[in-house]
């Protein structure tokens, strides 16, 4: 084969299989989640320990709900000065479509600030939202909307959310920083163009309750910023809503606004059971963020825009080096038959996975980096 035919028939194969440049339809609203953490194993781990008992409909073993999303890949998650990322480096390509250095949030090499799919989203008329299972000012969410140097500047990055009139809805589970901070900027705030909740009024926050004001919600009740474990849940009573309620909430809060919406989800939680090496905690985790997105799915379906949405699952990083073993000879495991392994506390240069479906999702099909991410979000909202 010539040089020459070698290339058309690259180019043949583009076109037959779909290139990563081709232009993807536009997506009415676009949803991120992203599973801090969560490698490979997490999943097959939650698989093989909570679901492997049961089949579906076809006899098939069941899946967690993102796992039935029609395009899969695998992500590369280096930062530009680490080749194991952090939080912010990664939330910064997630967010921004860039590499820079680990403990960056919303910054380049240069300590430049830049563009974020959020402010992207916001200048072409959505509406858009922030959720995490931990403090709202966290690296994960703060890469989608904050600009800072350092991920430790949490004081510093609570105050950028609340000027951030980009983004109209921010739940998590807590704030990090100075305590009274939250209390003070409620106090402060113009009770016109913000609103802020937490686990006491949740209930009351609504789409007619939060109607033309931006909406920040801190739901933590016992100061460890984040909401209860889902492992912890089941011996333990607790007024902190799960990552699904918080996530159906902020649909409810952005869908009715006009223009479509974009919404960032984050399942936090499982990289602090990973750093924990804590097994059962990290399933948990796993399990709810698994909810959430089911409850995405439940939601879309009844509001008649599940086909107009592009929805991306996908994770920062791996957390500790996750291995599963034994045993060998059986499909179905029990409990306590499998073997799990973290190989360290800290995080990995492991590749994720990346889930999707709708509109403009073949572009995260097969492997690539994590910048892609952010290039599949841009194109689905148009170019
Ligand atoms: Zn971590």
Redesign the pocket.
């Known amino acids: 084969m010539t040089f020459k035919s070698s290339i058309l028939s690259l180019a043949t194969a583009c076109c037959l299989f779909g290139c990563a440049t081709a232009s993807p339809d536009k997506a009415k609203n676009v949803i991120l989640f992203i599973a ?2 969560m490698g490979p194993a997490h999943v097959d781990a939650t698989v093989h320990t909570h679901l492997s008992q049961t089949v579906d409909a076809n006899g098939d073993p069941a899946r967690l709900s993102f796992e039935a999303f029609p395009v899969a890949g695998s992500i590369t998650t280096f930062a530009s000065d680490s080749l194991v990322t ?2 912010a480096a990664s939330g910064t390509s997630l967010s921004a479509g860039i590499k820079t250095f680990n403990g960056a949030i919303g910054v380049d090499d240069d300590k430049k600030p830049v563009e974020t799919i959020t402010e992207i989203a916001k200048a072409r008329g959505l509406a858009t939202g922030v959720v995490s299972s931990v403090g709202i000012n966290h690296a994960t969410p703060a890469a989608f909307y904050a600009k800072n140097e350092s991920r430790r500047n949490y004081d510093d990055i609570f105050q950028q959310l609340l000027a951030a009139d980009f983004v109209d809805v921010a739940i998590g589970g807590g704030v990090f920083g100075e305590e009274t901070a939250f209390q003070a900027a409620k106090e402060s705030a113009d009770p016109a163009k913000l609103a802020f909740f937490t686990t006491e009024d949740f209930h009351d926050l609504t789409a007619e309750t939060a109607a033309g004001k931006r909406v920040i919600a801190s739901l933590d009740t016992d100061g460890d910023h984040k909401l209860m474990y889902v492992f912890d849940r089941q011996r333990e009573e607790t007024d902190e809503p799960e990552l699904k309620d918080l996530t159906v909430k902020a649909l409810e809060l952005l869908q009715p606004r006009e223009g479509g919406f974009f919404l960032m989800v984050e399942g936090g939680s499982i ?2 059971a ?2 924990a090496n804590e097994i059962d905690p990290l399933m948990g985790e796993v399990l709810g963020l698994s909810d959430a997105v089911e409850a995405t799915l439940e939601y879309l379906e009844r509001t008649g825009e599940l086909e107009d949405t592009l929805i991306l699952l996908t994770s920062d ?1 791996e ?1 500790g080096g996750l291995t599963l073993t034994g045993p060998y000879g059986k499909v179905g495991v029990d409990r306590g038959e499998m073997e799990f392994h973290f190989s360290t506390t ?2 990995t240069a492991a590749a994720v996975r990346v889930y999707g479906r709708g509109p403009g999702a073949e572009m995260s099909q097969g492997r690539q980096d994590q910048t892609n991410i952010f290039r599949t979000m841009k194109a689905a909202l148009g170019d």
């Open positions: 801090d953490g952090d939080s990289d602090w990973g750093h990083h957390t800290n995080h």
